[in-house]
T-cell receptor, first 118, second 114 residues
Framework: GAVVSQHPSRVICKSGTSVKIECRSLDFQATTMFWYRQFPKQSLMLMATSNEGSKATYEQGVEKDKFLINHASLTLSTLTVTSAHPEDSSFYICSAKDGQGAVDYGYTFGSGTRLTVV | AQTVTQSQPEMSVQEAETVTLSCTYD???????LFWYKQPPSRQMILVIRQEAYKQQNATENRFSVNFQKAAKSFSLKISDSQLGDTAMYFC???????????FGTGTRLTIIP
């Protein structure tokens, strides 16, 4: 089945630095990828939708200058948390939609990245 | 905007028993999809089952089945013969037909007791 690889699985960074998280579709072309944020014991909140070759669409309240999303190819989307602060510490998850598949089959999720900003 | 509500934050059940997780949603649309996702301790989101709103027949996937009541906007998940590996967070999710965004409920933490 479809596989989405997300790296790194865990990252600790110092406050003020930037962190890049990668999301790769391994065996399919992902025309659309989604980035979620999940706080402890809470649900997934959609941050943004990225489409290959175009600018990401951010959800209301998400700072686009802080959370930079790049979807430069059909198999790779990246989320860069810029000038990270402790409040950015969270679990970030990506998901991808197979360009050939029907949307009603849901999406394939990456395994997530736990970001800790110290 | 649509909302998805899971009224059971936590549940536990003995191994081999049957458990039902509830989910209600609010929408004025008639064409949409509903999903149940499982998030085990590994945090990997796994699709459990899905239902198209235009289908009256309830979806089933092996030990997992749903009770979809469109008029009541209810979408419960039944897990039969529960297994230890079923221990996880379960999220109900909604998607408009033609819209790619998933809206998740708050989740139910299910623990299967040996």
């Amino acid at each position: 089945g479809a596989v989405v690889s997300q790296h790194p699985s865990r990252v600790i960074c110092k406050s003020g630095t930037s962190v890049k998280i990668e999301c790769r579709s391994l065996d399919f072309q992902a025309t659309t990828m989604f980035w979620y944020r999940q706080f402890p014991k809470q649900s997934l909140m959609l941050m943004a939708t990225s489409n290959e070759g175009s600018k990401a669409t951010y959800e209301q309240g998400v700072e686009k200058d802080k959370f930079l999303i790049n979807h430069a190819s059909l198999t790779l989307s990246t989320l860069t948390v810029t000038s990270a602060h402790p409040e950015d510490s969270s679990f970030y998850i990506c998901s991808a939609k197979d360009g050939q598949g029907a949307v009603d089959y849901g999406y394939t999720f990456g395994s997530g990245t736990r970001l800790t900003v110290v | 905007a649509q909302t998805v509500t899971q009224s059971q934050p936590e549940m536990s059940v003995q191994e081999a028993e049957t458990v039902t997780l509830s989910c209600t949603y609010d929408t004025s649309e008639s064409n949409y999809y509903l999903f149940w996702y499982k998030q085990p301790p590994s945090r990997q989101m796994i699709l459990v089952i899905r239902q198209e709103a235009y289908k009256q027949q309830n979806a089933t996937e092996n030990r997992f089945s749903v009770n979809f009541q469109k008029a009541a906007k209810s979408f419960s998940l039944k897990i039969s013969d529960s297994q230890l590996g079923d221990t996880a967070m379960y999220f109900c999710a909604f998607m408009f037909f033609g819209n790619e965004k998933l809206t998740f409920g708050t989740g139910t933490r299910l623990t299967i007791i040996p």
